[in-house]
């Protein structure tokens, strides 16, 4: 399968513990997008990638959230002290940047759940 | 004033129907926009690209109106398979952060 992976699929934690989540793009991807997306609405953007510099972060986004993707392959991104409100699916999506916005791929998902 | 909004229905149509969802955004200097479509529990794909001569793929059309900021999608001919949520994407600044709508969601019964 070439498409994006994430990896866990789910992952259950307990209010205050640090959780990271794993996404593999597609190989020849120059983007990458991470995601969360709760019941009932759309996918809100979190931060891009293009190859291994983060360009842009959202101002929503608390500084408990830290996201890296080493050598422009795979990306991570890491939660800590996590919360209940953290409780959320998070994706991730690659793209093929040549200069304008195109069709982004997004992987299964990481269900969070936080007790 | 959110950034992108649409009406989350749902849009409860009988096959056969032709059903339009609208989606509207804020910022003029949006400059590309997407129709996804989301299947329940599973990730988002790509409908269909807006330009802005518009767009038809087989039973789907998409349209945009600059002066009025919103983009629309038509679905001629609704079949059962086409239940799903559909989320509009704008893309805006220099950098093109995409921004989702919350999803209109339809349903098509026998």
């Known amino acids: 399968d070439t498409g994006v992976s994430q990896d866990p699929r789910h992952k259950i934690t307990k209010r205050g513990q640090n959780v990271t989540f794993r996404c593999d793009p597609i190989s020849e991807h120059n983007r990458l997008y991470w995601y969360r997306q709760t019941l009932g609405q759309g996918p809100e953007f979190l931060t891009y990638?293009?190859?291994?510099?983060?360009?842009?972060k959202s101002r929503l986004l608390s500084d408990r959230f830290s996201a890296e993707r080493p050598k422009g392959s795979f990306s991570t991104l890491e939660i800590q002290r996590t919360e209940q409100g953290d409780s959320a699916m998070y994706l991730c999506a690659s793209s093929l940047w040549r200069g304008s916005p195109d069709e982004q791929f997004f992987g299964p998902g990481t269900r969070l759940t936080v007790l | 004033r959110k950034e992108v909004e649409q009406d989350p229905g749902p849009f409860n149509v009988p096959e056969g129907a032709t059903v339009a969802f609208n989606c509207t955004y804020s910022n003029s200097a949006s400059q590309s926009f997407f129709w996804y479509r989301q299947d329940c529990r599973k990730e988002p794909k790509l409908l269909m690209s807006v330009y802005s001569s518009g767009n038809e793929d087989g039973r789907f059309t998409a349209q945009l109106n600059r002066a009025s900021q919103y983009i629309s999608l038509l679905i001629r001919d609704s079949k059962l398979s086409d239940s799903a949520t559909y989320l509009c994407v704008v893309n805006a600044g220099g950098s093109y952060i995409p921004t989702f709508g919350r999803g209109t969601s339809l349903i098509v019964h026998p």
């Open positions: 990638f293009q190859n291994e510099a983060q360009l842009e």
